[in-house]
């Protein structure tokens, strides 16, 4: 049965955020025979070379200027995503971490405000204090451990709310799959380069490591990348931005099935208190008329 061609880019962006939200679990439990920076290193890595035939086929190559500000940007998506498997390697409570790192969406403003003037509007000073309560809801309900693994799931989000900024910046000017394929590349240098210098690789890695590997590259990052491509092609803003809050969702429901993270009504008032927060900084997008394009 063939779905009317309008649901189409509503449920792969459905199906997207369900992929973003299993790769943290392809990701820890990769990391249980990986070293964490050669995780990333190598994912990321081999990513950039499934992309990059792609992005030579499809698009111009940039000039030295745009390289050099793409690696910039893939600089901070490296030190957020290197950040992020730290405190994912020193804490199961995957679902609270993730609704963490989508604040992230409501750093960027002010990230962008600092680099390139770009001040926020109203709109976004009345939700930011939502957000903060519900990160303090989270940080009190959950046992975080002597890891100090929140605070690296912070600094994770902040770094990630720069590179947002950057990214938006720099997107107007730069090929999209360029900009995505130098990033990775950059992402997966960085870590390959860390791990050299303070990690040693296991003696031995066991067939199921390798196949969470696997599914880390192919489907939460390959795939992912070229499902989430494909719907935002046919999709506003305000509906991608308002689905990607689902990321957090399945993260938390799976982080509950298999590490039986806790939820009690501090996590879930937390919980609420962020995605609220969220959706009411994409309100407006939805409200000024945005609807999906027409095919």
């Not at 309900?141 to 912070?154: E, I, K, P, Q």
């Not at 969702?249 to 927060?277: D, N, Q």
Request: with cysteine; glycine share 8%; proline share 5%.
């Amino acid at each position: 049965m063939m779905f009317p061609m309008n649901r189409t880019p509503l449920l792969l962006m459905f199906f997207t955020t369900l992929l973003a939200g299993a790769g943290w679990l392809f990701s820890k439990e990769a990391i249980q025979g990986l070293p964490p920076a050669a995780f990333i290193g190598s994912r990321f890595l081999l990513a950039a070379l499934l992309l990059l035939p792609l992005a030579w086929l499809r698009e111009p190559a940039p000039n030295r200027g745009q390289v050099i500000r793409a690696a910039g940007c893939g600089i901070l998506l490296g030190t957020s995503l290197l950040l992020w498997v730290t405190a994912i390697s020193q804490s199961n409570a995957l679902g609270s971490g993730a609704f963490i790192m989508s604040v992230a969406t409501l750093m960027a403003p002010l990230a962008a405000w600092a680099a390139f003037k770009a001040r926020p509007g109203r709109h976004y000073w009345m939700t930011l204090p939502l957000a903060i309560a519900g990160l303090l809801l989270l940080s009190l309900s959950t046992h975080w451990g002597v890891s100090l693994s929140l605070l690296w799931f912070l600094a994770s989000a902040a770094t990630s709310g720069c590179q947002l900024a950057v990214h938006r910046h720099f997107a107007q000017t730069i090929a999209p799959t360029w900009l995505t394929c130098i990033q990775l590349a950059v992402t997966g240098v960085l870590g390959c380069g860390l791990s050299l210098l303070t990690e040693q690789w296991p003696q031995s890695v066991s067939i199921n490591i390798w196949g969470w590997f696997a599914a880390s590259v192919l489907i939460a990052t390959t795939l992912r990348y070229l499902l989430l491509t494909l719907s935002l092609s046919r999709l506003t803003t305000a509906h991608a931005a308002l689905l990607m809050l689902l990321e957090p969702v399945w993260t938390l429901v799976f982080s509950t099935i298999f590490y039986h993270e806790p939820i009690g009504g501090a996590k879930l008032a937390g919980v609420c208190l962020i995605l609220g927060a969220l959706v009411l900084y994409q309100l407006p997008l939805l409200l000024r008329g945005a609807r999906i394009r027409p095919r």
